[in-house]
């Protein structure tokens, strides 16, 4: 899952404000006691992805930690900060979060742009939380999104889309399943590789998601002993209603 869409990631996403993500992260960590005692808080950013908010998360002086399942998006992200930063001092691991390992207990974690939405098994949704969990100092907050079954149902909905530009073209086919409620969708891009003799690379990929209901995920939280402190709609902390397509979680271990 993203293997192939690594290089491309970033320019297909341009349209995320991670400035504004790291704003709103960075506020409701400043607000924990465990952060406002720690010189150099420890936060995790899982499905890290390229590395787009851990960059702007580092700007706050947090030690970041990026974990993703592709190895190729660590790559990106790794040759991102280094380009930004000229230095390497992310620690970038490739494993998958529902079974995060790491070598000790954290401050933060944060796990943005619908990472917890590519999980689709329940039953590794409640280790997921239970992992985060584990490796959470007492006090150590978690901040996810997820899109709603809204989003999925009557934003995206079963349909085929399209983005190009004069070196790249993405096809892709998005078929939502109801009553799973998981959302597929089949990616198709094109790479411009000589403009004269008009040859292009094709690379194909697969991306998956569920909708979690509010029940799975209170049900998920509270087995892990995790405490939900608020839920908001946007980064603006505005209320949750029925027409979101987007949510904000902010959870604490106590």
Request: proline share 1%.
């Amino acid at each position: 899952m993203y293997d192939s869409l690594a290089e491309f990631y970033n320019r297909f996403t341009k349209d995320i404000n991670y400035k504004q993500l790291a704003e709103f992260v960075h506020e409701q960590f400043s607000g924990s006691g465990l952060f406002k005692g720690t010189d150099s808080p420890c936060v995790v950013d899982l499905a890290c992805g390229t590395g787009s908010l851990a960059l702007e998360l580092l700007k706050y002086g947090y030690d970041m930690i990026g974990v993703d399942l592709s190895y190729e998006m660590l790559e990106a992200a790794r040759d991102a900060e280094y380009e930004v930063t000229g230095g390497s001092s992310i620690i970038w691991i490739c494993q998958d979060m529902s079974e995060l390992e790491l070598h000790g207990p954290v401050s933060g974690m944060v796990c943005i742009t619908d990472g917890v939405n590519h999980i689709t098994d329940k039953k590794k949704l409640d280790r997921f939380f239970k992992r985060v969990c584990k490796y959470l100092d007492v006090g150590g907050m978690f901040i996810f999104d997820i899109l709603t079954e809204r989003y999925f149902r009557d934003v995206v909905g079963s349909n085929v889309y399209c983005e190009s530009d004069d070196f790249e073209s993405c096809i892709w086919e998005s078929k939502y399943d109801v009553e799973s409620r998981i959302m597929e969708y089949d990616i198709t891009l094109y790479k411009l590789l000589d403009p004269e003799e008009d040859i292009y690379q094709r690379l194909d990929d697969v991306v998956v998601e569920r909708a979690w209901t509010e029940e799975e995920l209170y049900d998920s939280i509270t087995k892990s002993k995790l405490k939900l402190k608020n839920v908001y709609s946007s980064v603006e902390k505005t209320n949750i209603t029925n027409e979101d397509t987007r949510r904000y979680y902010i959870l604490e271990k106590v």
